[in-house]
Every structure is written in C-alpha cells, then in structure tokens.
T-cell receptor, first 114, second 116 residues
Framework: AQSVSQHNHHVILSEAASLELGCNYS??????LFWYVQYPGQHLQLLLK??????LVKGIKGFEAEFIKSKFSFNLRKPSVQWSDTAEYFC????????????FGGGTRVLVKP | ETGVTQSPTHLIKTRGQQVTLRCSSQ?????VSWYQQALGQGPQFIFQ???????GRGNFPPRFSGLQFPNYSSELNVNALELDDSALYLC???????????????FGPGTRLTVL
C-alpha cells in the first residue's frame, strides 16, 4: 500500500537553530513530492514541491528539501528557524499511477521557542 | 488565502445523523478533492470530483458521498454519522486538463465536524 512516514511527531527548537524533518514514502512508481505547512488556525499551504530535475528543491520562507530516490526520502530543512515557523508540517506524495490525489504523512508539530 | 472556501466552519452533530459540507473551488478550477484530517493525523483522501462525477476514491465507506455542481462547487455528504467521523474536512481545488499528470491542489480552511 502507498504510505508516507514522518519520523518525528513533535520537535521543539530554539530560534536560530537548524531544522530537519524526515519523510519517507513507500515505493509506488513515479512520484511527485510536496511539503505543506499548517500554521495555527490557518489552511494548508504549499512550502515546496518536487516533480523532476534537481533533487534539491528550494521553497518559500527559506525552506528546502532534498529528494533521495535510493532512500525514498524527501527531507525538509531550514538552516535557521524563527518563532514564526511554529506550525505543523506535512509531507505529501502524489503517486502518478494513482491519479491526482495526495497521500499525506502524519505530520510533525514544530514549536520554536523565542 | 487560496480562494477556496468551505462552509460551515464548525459543526456539531450526534451519532446517526447526516451532514452536508460545502466547498467552493478557486476561480477557474474544475476539480475538487476532499480529505479527512483526524486529530493528530495527516489528511486522508476521501474522493475527487471532476466533470460532476467521482474521479477516484480513497478507503472510505459508501456512507461518504459527494456531488459536484456545474459551477464546480462541491458537497460532501456523510450519512449515519459515527464518533470516529469527528475530524477536520478539507476541500482542495485544482485544474484537470492542462496536459499534466498532476495539477497543484489548493486547500480551503476546512470544516471541523464534531460527532457526539
């Protein structure tokens, strides 16, 4: 079955610390990969996406992610977090064979302490 | 803001009742997908509507049904509500038919359903 795993449920950081959130997905052929963010009380927003090409993808707000095909991973990184990065982060995969739907990971709740 | 709106914002129902949730897609978008996000979990795909027909379905029972209207807006109906149906229901709109196998989905703010 197609599935997406996020390694950490909760992460607590201080401002200026570096952030890395893990995401692994099960094999299912060709994939498109996404990271979404959900700030408290707000809707899901797209941070970045990978369809093809350079496996290092840059997104909004200083986030980037690296696609490692051999490891079925798409980890999210930010070199220096801010208090405003407090949110829940979701990795999502579109398995092309399954059509235009997204399979989400369970989410990682990130708390950045000022 | 994505331009995708959902109503109502919150809803409280009792077990066994029926509920209808509504979604208006972003201007120009012809496809609507529905997701269920239980507390502490990621969204799970319920189904997708395109050209007023179901165009893919996740692992949800038949008591979850939907409609899409000519203006591309959509409804999610859930019959015989169960306690486990308590969740945030998300609608996402996208465009099908641009020649791409995947088209970005834009999410609405969700409807929080509580079943007592």
């Amino acid at each position: 079955a197609q599935s997406v795993s996020q390694h950490n449920h909760h992460v607590i950081l201080s401002e200026a610390a570096s952030l890395e959130l893990g995401c692994n997905y099960s094999y299912g052929g060709t994939v498109n990969l996404f990271w979404y963010v959900q700030y408290p009380g707000q809707h899901l927003q797209l941070l970045l996406k990978y369809f093809s090409g350079d496996p290092l993808v840059k997104g909004i707000k200083g986030f980037e992610a690296e696609f490692i095909k051999s490891k079925f991973s798409f980890n999210l990184r930010k070199p220096s977090v801010q208090w405003s990065d407090t949110a829940e982060y979701f990795c999502a995969v579109n398995y092309k064979a399954a059509g235009n739907k997204l399979t989400f990971g369970g989410g990682t709740r990130v708390l950045v302490k000022p | 803001e994505t331009g995708v709106t959902q109503s109502p914002t919150h809803l409280i129902k009792t077990r066994g009742q029926q509920v209808t949730l509504r979604c208006s897609s972003q201007s120009g978008h012809n496809t609507v997908s529905w997701y269920q996000q239980a507390l502490g979990q990621g969204p799970q795909f319920i189904f997708q509507y395109y050209r007023e027909e179901e165009n893919g379905r996740g692992n949800f029972p038949p008591r979850f049904s939907g409609l899409q209207f000519p203006n591309y807006s959509s409804e999610l109906n859930v019959n015989a509500l169960e306690l486990d149906d308590s969740a945030l229901y998300l609608c996402a709109s996208s465009i099908t038919g641009q020649g791409s196998s995947y088209n970005e989905q834009f999410f609405g703010p969700g409807t929080r359903l509580t079943v007592l």
